[in-house]
């Protein structure tokens, strides 16, 4: 259920919706970034009738039940797409955003190296695993707290946002300590427990879809993180597993303009997982942005061949360059333009 | 095996070349590219010996093929295949744009149809008239009727004819009417009905079976190849997945990889592929973005009244927005509509 006041109602009249959705024992969750104040009731409302409930109190537009199981990150409670400012550069909204970086922090020569790198192609936000979720426990797991204050120092150098992945909640806040951005894998799209501990920060969230999940079950994963009060969620499509063997994952750009339908958050695609052949990969990136996706994810190493995890379908700095340029073309053949770092 | 010969070999060379392939009980496909004829080799069931040919006159270099799939690779052919229909080509730096209701439904439909769609920019006019409905009580298509409505519609507006054949039965009927013959995804490995395209001399578009990896379908067209036809597209139009809210996913890293893998043109299906009207247009987008050379798309005059496929064929005018926005990402991808 969701509360949506007139133009002109006063706080006065906002606070006392906000008191009765209290005094009924429910949670008011107040949607920021609306042109008109909207507050989301949360808890068991089954048998209530929101015009009944609240029609009638002064300043009151409509109050209506949300019809998706997911209701905070729905379009139907916020209409307007969610913008997150990650320290003055925004996260979705009109403007494409690039993030690029290796798939893992292996050394400082590395990373300041592709930081320096993708910032002057055109990248935004800066990748880089400093916990790296590998399928074989006897893979290079990443340089921990190490790669985090590698990540800070490229930070430091290029002025670009860092986007990382927490692996559990032991880590997280060390991990949120460093990042701008804290990644949720696609391992961990339905670890509850990590989703509830990241909703109680107030630090921007990166939620991959999870390898075999549906859209709905995504949506709900982030209604978790949104719930517990962090609105501060884009969801990555980063390709889902089929029959399919030509490619690593099947990227699911038909997840784009129906995510773009049904919930406000920004919808960012990583084409590098998604397709896992670095040949293919600025291909299935131009589709994304004709689809309407609102940025990328991009692995970028200096020298692939070298890298210890993902070099397969990692680009080089001079790939990356070439990409970039047909992004452009591409976001300025959809009428939007990509986001410039300073 | 393929036979690469000299720039500037002579005819008699290559039929030397193709006697011999033929005197050792297998089959020759003389494949002529911008610079140079190269000859596949098929019908053996174990390696060739290179040295069979490298004496010979006229032979530049004889290699194997290391794909499984050989007259629809990409190392036999390095030149696109462009398959022109009436005029209308499919293949190449322009995209094809076919269209069309899901079924012929009656004279007015399917002519109204076509000529709205080549108002729009369509260069093919899609029409089912045999209809594999998953259910046996649904509407089965208008069978011959339907494709001599497709041939009037034809004749009105001068758009080739795209449409589907379903059995080795009716392939001499749907192919005296139709100018490209759809294998439907429920018919890609229907390989008694592969063969008999073989000797057709009509274009195929050969559609993704709804489960089939890129391989299955590539070994799919080689049948028709291999037969004596060369003239086949490819359609993806969605494969199954766990995905609910989709009707099918449309697999868009296919386009690249395909691209990569075979000469022949790639066309991508969005309104089969995601099922939903609202999104058919973002899917187009993508398609073209990623190197599609050529959509079909499900255009109806009267969506909630068609008889198939309603919520997800667009009206015309959805249909004319959507050729606009595909012609400005062609033009962002250096390619005209």
Not at chain 1, 105 to 116: M, N
Not at chain 2, 230 to 238: D, I, M, T
Not at chain 2, 322 to 336: D, H, M, N, P
Request: glycine fraction near 10%; aromatic fraction near 4%.
């Amino acid at each position: 259920m969701f509360v949506t006041m007139k133009p002109h109602a006063t706080q006065a009249e906002f606070d006392a919706v906000v008191e009765k959705i209290k005094a009924l024992g429910l949670t008011p969750h107040p949607i920021t970034g609306t042109e008109r104040k909207v507050v989301a009731v949360i808890g068991h409302t089954g048998g209530m009738d929101p015009d009944d409930l609240f029609g009638t109190m002064p300043g009151v537009a409509e109050a209506l039940r949300v019809s998706q199981p997911f209701k905070l990150v729905s379009r139907e409670v916020k209409e307007e797409d969610t913008v997150i400012d990650v320290g003055g550069v925004p996260l979705g909204g009109q403007a494409i955003v690039i993030m690029a970086g290796p798939c893992s922090v292996e050394s400082k020569d590395q990373i300041l190296e592709t930081a320096h790198a993708v910032k002057a192609a055109g990248a935004c936000f800066l990748r880089g695993g400093a916990f790296k979720p590998r399928t074989s426990p006897y893979e290079f797991q990443g340089l921990r707290e190490d790669g985090l204050k590698l990540l800070a120092l490229a930070r430091e150098q290029t002025g670009l946002k860092v986007v990382t992945e927490v692996k559990d909640t032991e880590t997280l806040d060390m991990v949120a300590s460093y990042a701008d951005v804290l990644q949720i894998g696609a391992r961990n799209m339905q670890n509850y427990s990590l989703l509830e501990k990241v909703g109680a920060l107030d630090k921007p969230v990166l939620l991959k879809r999870g390898l075999s999940a549906t859209i709905r079950e995504w949506l709900m994963a982030a209604e978790y993180i949104v719930s517990k009060g962090n609105a501060k969620v884009a969801l990555c499509e980063r390709g889902i597993r089929t029959f399919e063997t030509a490619t690593r994952n099947t990227l699911d750009i038909n997840a784009i303009p129906v995510l773009k339908a049904l919930t406000h958050l920004p919808v960012i695609v990583d084409p590098s997982h998604g397709i896992g052949l670095r040949p293919h990969v600025p291909a299935i990136a131009r589709a994304g942005i004709a689809a309407g996706a609102d940025g990328l994810i991009i692995e970028v190493h200096p020298h692939p061949e070298k890298a210890l995890s993902d070099g397969h379908q990692s680009l080089t700095p001079t790939e990356f360059g070439s990409l970039m340029r047909q992004v452009c073309v591409i976001a300025g053949a959809v009428g939007r333009p990509v986001f410039e770092p300073r | 095996m393929l036979v690469v010969m000299k720039p500037h070999a002579t005819q008699a060379q290559i039929d030397g070349v193709t006697a011999r392939i033929r005197a050792m009980g297998f089959t020759p496909h003389a494949i002529p590219g911008s610079s140079r004829v190269a000859i596949g080799v098929t019908g053996n069931k174990a390696g060739i010996e290179v040295e069979a040919f490298a004496d010979m006159d006229g032979v530049a270099d004889a290699i194997r093929v290391t794909q499984p799939f050989k007259l629809v690779s990409r190392e036999v052919k390095e030149e696109d295949t462009v398959i022109e229909v009436r005029g209308a080509r499919l293949g190449g730096k322009a995209i094809a744009i076919m269209a069309g209701p899901c079924s012929v439904e009656s004279e007015q439909q399917i002519v109204d149809t076509a000529r709205a769609v080549k108002a729009a920019g369509a260069t093919f006019l899609r029409g089912g008239a045999f209809k594999p409905r998953t259910s046996p009580y649904e509407f089965q298509g208008m069978a011959e009727e339907g494709l001599k409505l497709l041939a009037l519609a034809r004749k009105e507006t001068g758009l080739p004819v795209v449409t589907e054949v379903m059995d080795v039965e009716t392939l001499p009927m749907v192919a005296e009417y139709a100018d490209v013959l759809q294998i439907g995804a429920r018919n890609m490995q229907n390989y008694s009905l592969l063969k008999q395209l073989a000797g057709i001399q009509k274009p195929i578009l050969l559609k993704r079976g709804p489960s089939a990896t890129i391989k299955e379908w590539l070994m799919a067209a080689e049948y028709i190849l291999a037969g004596g036809n060369y003239q086949v597209a490819l359609c993806e139009r969605g494969i199954r997945t766990f995905e609910t809210m989709t009707r099918n996913t449309l697999d868009l890293n296919a386009v690249p990889v395909l691209k990569a893998l075979t000469h022949l043109p790639v066309v991508v299906d969005p309104s089969h592929g995601i099922g939903i009207r609202a999104h058919v247009g973002a899917m187009a987008r993508g398609a073209v973005a990623c190197g599609a050379d050529g959509i079909i798309v499900e255009v109806h005059p009267q969506p909630e009244k068609a008889l198939s496929d309603g919520h997800q064929s667009l009206t015309p005018s959805q249909f004319g927005e959507l050729v606009r926005q595909v012609a400005v990402i062609a033009g962002a991808v250096g390619r005209t509509v």
